[in-house]
């Protein structure tokens, strides 16, 4: 088991290594200048901006050159941080119904919707601190919750495909959303679509008030650990791990599988909820998204680099915010275009899901362990005999 463990890290960062190379071949080529000059010089000219644009990719979320010093990028942190935490909180509710075999990509319609109707507190509940905020997360959380309720619904007493009726409810949600922010919430003093202000004691606590990085960073690292004890310390998560290993052997084990199975879909919609308000108490002040988000379609690639354990998730969705946060400065520093990124991510998704992707170590890393286990397996069959 340590073997494959140790196999499938190697694999994931050997694919991450492969896109950064990709992803440095796209800038390099891209650089290269264009008129009538000798090839010798398009190459060095195009290495040199390559470099320099890699080089603010890869270190301006922490580093900044100001007068030939290098110092700590405090607004590109707190940036890397901010944007970090809705993926994280996505990739969990993700990676919850991913470890039970279901399918379900519900998590975009779930916090847009928790977010629409977790505004109603922001603006209207009165201005208790402290208790305020926890009443508006509460709100969005229940409200995932129901909105997961419908497909998991539909899979334990119809046996409907979750990942047709969870894709569809995105579409519901979405446009529900944005009628309840025009219809109830509007800001009739706002150019555009978004929600009257959110109280002020409805916001979340800033770390720094300049760069507004708020205590969400916090939350989801605590809420990752909770959902890792209960995933793997207790005897639901038991339930759960075992439905997506064999739902068959779970059901003849005595578990109510499609109760279990119920319970996750609403569980991980309920923490799907919390994503977008926390999102929009924590940095924005107010409803201002006219689309989806596309958080809960990033959950699903932090689920997937995660392997599902949600200790890792934090790890994975700072890494997939961090190159955003670079990709966006080289595109404002450089002539290279930011949606690069995209390249990246699809590559090291497509290289990490794909099976036959160094199937070879995994066989041998399978072998040597089975190897190593072959004398305690002999000396436990000679002890029966006797």
Do not use: C
């Not at 960062?13 to 891209?30: D, H, K, M, P, S």
């Not at 010093?69 to 991913?98: C, D, H, Y």
């Not at 209960?230 to 997506?244: C, D, Q, S």
């Not at 109510?256 to 919390?274: C, Y």
């Amino acid at each position: 088991m340590k073997n494959i463990k140790r196999y499938e890290v190697y694999r994931t960062i050997l694919a991450i290594a492969i896109a950064l190379l990709l992803g440095y071949l796209l800038i390099f080529f891209t650089s290269m200048p264009k008129g009538d000059m000798p090839l010798g010089e398009k190459l060095k000219e195009a290495f040199q901006a390559a470099n320099k644009a890699f080089k603010v990719f890869l270190t301006s979320p922490l580093v900044k050159e100001r007068r030939g010093k290098v110092l700590f990028n405090l607004r590109g942190f707190i940036q890397w941080m901010n944007e970090s935490v809705p993926i994280i909180i996505t990739g969990l509710a993700v990676s919850l119904v991913f470890t039970a075999k279901q399918f379900n990509i519900g998590a975009e319609g779930q916090l847009f919707i928790g977010a629409a109707v977790a505004s109603f507190a922001a603006i209207y509940f009165p201005a208790i601190p402290i208790i305020h905020p926890i009443v508006v997360i509460l709100l969005a959380s229940l409200t995932g919750a129901a909105w997961a309720s419908v497909p998991a619904i539909m899979k334990s007493k119809l046996n409907a495909s979750e990942l047709v009726t969870s894709l569809m409810m995105n579409y519901v949600a979405l446009y529900m959303g944005l009628f309840i922010i025009k219809v109830f919430l509007r800001d009739p003093n706002a150019g555009q679509l978004v929600s009257l202000p959110y109280k002020e004691t409805s916001m979340l606590f800033l770390i720094n008030t300049r760069y507004r990085w708020h205590i969400g960073i916090i939350i989801a690292l605590v809420m990752s650990f909770l959902l890792w004890f209960i995933v793997k310390r207790t005897t639901w998560g038991y339930k759960v791990r075992l439905i997506g290993n064999n739902k068959n052997f779970a059901y003849y084990s005595g578990i109510n599988t499609s109760r279990t199975i119920f319970q996750v879909q609403v569980v991980s919609g309920a923490i799907a909820g919390m994503a977008g308000i926390i999102e929009l108490i924590g940095y924005h002040g107010r409803f201002l998204w006219l689309f989806s988000p596309g958080y809960g379609w990033d959950g699903i690639i932090i689920a997937t680099l995660a392997r599902n354990n949600p200790l890792f998730v934090p790890i994975a969705a700072l890494f997939l915010s961090y190159i955003r946060v670079g990709a966006k400065t080289m595109g404002r520093y450089t002539n290279i275009p930011p949606e690069i990124v995209s390249i990246l991510q699809a590559t090291i998704i497509l290289l990490v899901t794909a099976e036959a992707f160094l199937s070879r170590l995994r066989q041998k890393a399978i072998e040597k362990e089975a190897k190593a286990n072959e004398p305690n397996n002999v000396a436990v069959a000679g002890g029966d005999v006797e």
